[in-house]
Each structure stands twice: as C-alpha cells, then as structure tokens.
C-alpha cells in the first residue's frame, strides 16, 4: 500500500513535515519580539514582573527552538531525497536564500545564547536588553528568506529555461519576485500574531483558574495589545495578499472563492458546498467584496476559474482552508478588540470568564489559521510544484520506500511532539512564576497591568 503511490506519499511527507515544523517555525519568528517588549516593559517601568516574563518566556522558546532545527533540517533533507528533479532543476536558482536562512539562523543561534547567559551580568538593563535585537532580526531574517524560497514556486523567474536546464540565472530577481513582497510579509506578521495570542493564552488560563496575580495579568496585557495590533497589520497585509493572487494567480484566487465565472461586481462567497452540477449551494454572498479584494473596487471584473483548463485547476476544497483562515483572523481581530475595548471603558469586567475563555480558545485558533494558510498556499497551487513550469507530479521521485520513510518520520515528529510537550510542562510546572517572584522578593498580586 505503501509503495503504491511514491508522489503522492512524497507529498503526504512533506505536508506533514512542514505542518510540524511550522510549529516550531511560527513560535520561533514570533517569540522574540515578545520577549523584547516585555523586557522593554520591564527596564522602562522598573517592574520586575514583565522582566519575569521576559525570563521565562525565553527559556520555553529556547525549546521550539530545539525541535524547529531537527524538524528544519528534516525539510532540507527531504527536499533532495523526495523532490530530486525540483531540485536539479531550481536548486541552483533558489541556492542563494536558502544560504541566507542558514546564515539567519546562525546569528539568530550565537546572540540567544549570549543573550540567555548575561542575565544580570551587566550594570545597564539595557545592555541586555539589545542582545535580543540581533535574535529578532535573525529569526525574522530567517523566515523572510526561507518564504522567498515559496514565493519563488509560486512566481518563479530570474533565469531562461532552455530545454529543461535554467540559464543565464539571477539569483536577486529570483529570490525578488513578484510574489516575495506580500508572501513574506503576511508569513512574518501572522507568526507575530500567533506567538502573542499563544502567550495570551497561557496568562488567560492561569487567570481563568483563579491564579489572580499581577503578573499574569501584566502578561495577559501585554500580550493582547501586541495581539491586536498584529491582527491589525494581518488584515492589511491579507488584503494585499488578495490584488497580489487576483494579477498573478487568478486560478488560485477563484478557486478559494469557487468563482466560475469572470464577472464584475464579484461577490465574495464564504462556506457553502459544491453540487453535482457544480453550483454552490448554502454559501453566504457578500456583494462586491470579491472585486473589492481583487481590485480595491466594487466594480471590477474578476477572472474565474473556468478561464483555466479543468486539469490545470487546483482542488476545490482549498476554498474551506481559505474560509477558515479568513474567520478565524476576524475572530483573532475581534476577541483582542473586546479586550482593549473592555479595558479602556469597563475595566472591572477586564477578567470576565466569557473574555478569558475567548482568548484562550485564541491561542489553538491562531494556529490552525497558520496550517489552513499553508495548506491553502501550497495546495491552492497545485497541479504545479513550480507554478506554470514544472507540475508536482514531475519533480517528486520514483524511488521505492517513501512509505517507510513516513512511517519513521511519523514516530519521530510523535517522539518530538510528546517529549517538548513534557518538557515545557516540567520545566515551568516544576518552578511556577508565583516561587519564582516569591524567591526574588517580589510581591505578586494586585491589578496593574
């Protein structure tokens, strides 16, 4: 059974490669910056409680950290072994990011464990505090080059195809292409968003038990304010996303809003199901907003999918994945608005159990919006591994034993998600922050936030 399928079964494998690895990826780009805040926090309001959450939070992203290199590395390896012909084919045009993330990664990696070992070894804060710059723009710099690896596939250029071999390559405009500008951004603000409602989430739980410590409200604070303002910068740089998918990959873009037709004054359509004769049926319309999201105008024409040869259209349940990620980042918009809202004019209902429990919920909701994000990407492109030149089914290998390497690959991806699971819980369960502060002298309870 195993072997039945080698392309298919190398495309389950790096599917879930990569929906394990962008755990550990989104947590790795997004952390830091929170760290930083909180320390910032910390140095400028001489408040040891958001210094203690820039501590901790640092020790637990030192282990996504961890299983991010294993499950990176992972990626690397499977792209020579599973996608051989991708590989000769572009591996020398995109050679040059994948250098630069390495490179990222590595300046990323010094200054973390510069910055994790001078706590409190410098007579200025803020010595410290600028060791953890180098680590954001590392991590940042990492996901920015390693994205424009993706964008490249989706809008490859930067060198002649002359009978199957790549000439007269240029490495900058191929790692520059159209789609590096709006793939990047909404990559790096969504790891932004999730890594602050993850860390929200955590202070919401422990508020939501009745652990009522201003540390965790700090935390709670900090957390949704950055929250909202990523969220903010998500829908901007979604919208973008949208004109980008309407010039340069109309089929993709119709195929998530299962628009047929080209048409003007498009609407957008959300849920729904398919028919046998391929009408939608039970959706919810919004007029004009399709032509809104493609054009910026209610009037404009928007391509459909019937304009693109039948064997050429990407599958059509890539809609759900786009509806999904599209809800779920109103939600995220809408849950860190209540809060600030909340706090601005009603502050004595700030730590309601329906807000909490929202938050919370947040947290895993981020998270499956980044996976229906990649899956709409990756998917959404299909039958192409390198959009309108090479077709996934051409660059994946022939070879025998992909199912083994499933399976063995499935054990470890379990082995890593089990041990950092009892790992991060051991860690901060063994010291909660209440023994931490108690152990500092530093009183723990009160409502400033």
Same mark, same amino acid.
């Given at each position: 059974?195993?072997?039945?399928?080698?392309?298919?079964?190398? =495309?389950?494998?790096?599917?879930?490669?990569? !929906?394990?690895?962008?755990?550990?990826?989104?947590?790795?780009?997004?952390?830091?910056?929170?760290?930083?805040?909180?320390?910032?926090?910390?140095? =400028?309001?001489?408040?040891?409680?958001?210094?203690?959450?820039?501590? =901790?939070?640092?020790?637990?992203?030192?282990?996504?950290?961890?299983?991010?290199?294993?499950?990176?590395?992972?990626?690397?390896?499977?792209?020579?072994?599973?996608?051989?012909?991708?590989?000769?084919?572009?591996?020398?045009?995109? !050679?040059?990011?994948?250098?630069? +993330?390495?490179?990222?990664?590595?300046?990323?990696?010094?200054?973390?464990?510069?910055?994790?070992?001078?706590?409190?070894?410098?007579? $200025?804060?803020?010595?410290?505090?600028?060791?953890?710059?180098?680590?954001?723009?590392?991590?940042?710099?990492?996901?920015?080059?390693?994205?424009?690896?993706?964008?490249?596939?989706?809008?490859?250029?930067?060198?002649?195809?002359?009978?199957?071999?790549?000439?007269?390559?240029?490495?900058?405009?191929?790692?520059?292409?159209?789609?590096?500008?709006?793939?990047?951004? @909404?990559?790096?603000?969504?790891?932004?968003?999730?890594?602050?409602?993850?860390?929200?989430?955590?202070?919401?739980?422990?508020? &939501?038990?009745?652990?009522?410590? !201003?540390?965790?409200?700090?935390?709670?604070?900090?957390?949704?304010?950055?929250?909202?303002? &990523? $969220?903010? %910068?998500?829908?901007?740089?979604?919208?973008?996303?949208?004109?980008?998918?309407?010039?340069?990959?109309?089929?993709?873009?119709?195929?998530?809003?299962?628009?047929? +037709?080209? +048409?003007?004054?498009?609407?957008? #359509?959300?849920? %729904?199901?398919?028919?046998?004769?391929?009408?939608?049926?039970?959706?919810?319309?919004?007029?004009?907003?399709?032509?809104?999201?493609?054009?910026?105008?209610?009037?404009?024409?928007?391509?459909?999918?019937?304009?693109?040869?039948?064997?050429?259209?990407?599958?059509?349940?890539? @809609?759900?994945?786009?509806?999904?990620?599209?809800?779920?980042?109103?939600?995220?918009?809408?849950?860190?608005?209540?809060?600030?809202?909340?706090?601005?004019?009603?502050?004595?209902?700030?730590?309601?159990?329906?807000?909490?429990? %929202?938050?919370?919920?947040?947290?895993?909701?981020?998270? #499956?919006?980044?996976?229906?994000?990649? &899956?709409? !990407?990756?998917?959404?492109?299909?039958?192409?591994?390198?959009?309108?030149?090479?077709?996934?089914?051409?660059?994946?290998?022939?070879?025998?034993?992909?199912?083994?390497?499933?399976?063995?690959?499935?054990?470890?991806?379990? &082995?890593?998600?089990?041990?950092?699971?009892?790992? *991060?819980?051991?860690?901060?369960?063994?010291?909660?922050?209440?023994?931490? *502060?108690?152990?500092?002298?530093?009183?723990? =309870?009160?409502?400033?936030?």
């Amino acid at each position: 059974m195993f072997e039945a399928d080698p392309v298919m079964l190398s =495309r389950i494998l790096t599917g879930l490669t990569l !929906a394990f690895h962008v755990i550990f990826a989104t947590l790795g780009v997004g952390v830091p910056i929170m760290i930083a805040l909180a320390e910032w926090m910390g140095i =400028r309001r001489n408040d040891p409680h958001y210094t203690m959450l820039a501590r =901790r939070w640092a020790r637990g992203f030192v282990i996504t950290v961890a299983v991010g290199v294993v499950t990176g590395t992972a990626i690397g390896l499977q792209l020579s072994l599973l996608w051989p012909n991708f590989m000769q084919v572009a591996g020398q045009v995109i !050679a040059l990011p994948m250098f630069m +993330e390495v490179f990222a990664f590595f300046f990323e990696a010094i200054f973390l464990g510069i910055y994790l070992y001078t706590w409190d070894r410098f007579k $200025s804060k803020v010595r410290h505090f600028l060791l953890i710059i180098p680590v954001i723009l590392g991590a940042t710099a990492s996901a920015f080059f390693i994205t424009t690896v993706n964008a490249f596939m989706n809008t490859p250029q930067g060198f002649e195809l002359v009978d199957g071999v790549m000439r007269n390559i240029q490495p900058l405009e191929a790692m520059f292409n159209p789609a590096t500008p709006t793939k990047t951004a @909404h990559v790096i603000i969504t790891c932004y968003l999730t890594s602050a409602f993850i860390l929200a989430m955590i202070a919401a739980w422990k508020l &939501f038990r009745g652990n009522d410590h !201003a540390y965790h409200k700090k935390g709670l604070h900090l957390s949704m304010v950055a929250a909202f303002i &990523f $969220s903010i %910068g998500t829908v901007l740089i979604g919208d973008l996303s949208g004109k980008f998918l309407a010039e340069y990959q109309p089929e993709k873009l119709a195929a998530a809003e299962w628009h047929f +037709e080209t +048409e003007t004054e498009a609407p957008l #359509v959300l849920g %729904g199901v398919l028919n046998d004769e391929g009408e939608v049926e039970y959706a919810l319309e919004i007029p004009y907003a399709l032509s809104i999201l493609a054009y910026g105008t209610p009037g404009a024409e928007v391509e459909g999918l019937n304009e693109t040869p039948e064997d050429l259209w990407p599958p059509l349940w890539v @809609h759900y994945a786009f509806d999904l990620m599209v809800f779920i980042g109103m939600y995220l918009t809408f849950i860190s608005g209540a809060y600030l809202a909340i706090y601005k004019f009603k502050r004595h209902l700030l730590y309601n159990r329906p807000l909490l429990f %929202g938050i919370i919920a947040g947290g895993p909701l981020a998270f #499956v919006a980044i996976q229906s994000g990649w &899956f709409y !990407a990756e998917v959404g492109r299909q039958p192409w591994i390198l959009n309108g030149l090479m077709k996934t089914a051409e660059g994946a290998t022939q070879a025998d034993h992909v199912g083994l390497m499933l399976i063995l690959f499935i054990l470890l991806y379990l &082995f890593l998600g089990i041990s950092t699971v009892l790992v *991060l819980r051991g860690m901060f369960k063994k010291k909660p922050a209440e023994q931490e *502060l108690y152990e500092r002298g530093i009183e723990t =309870r009160g409502d400033s936030a």
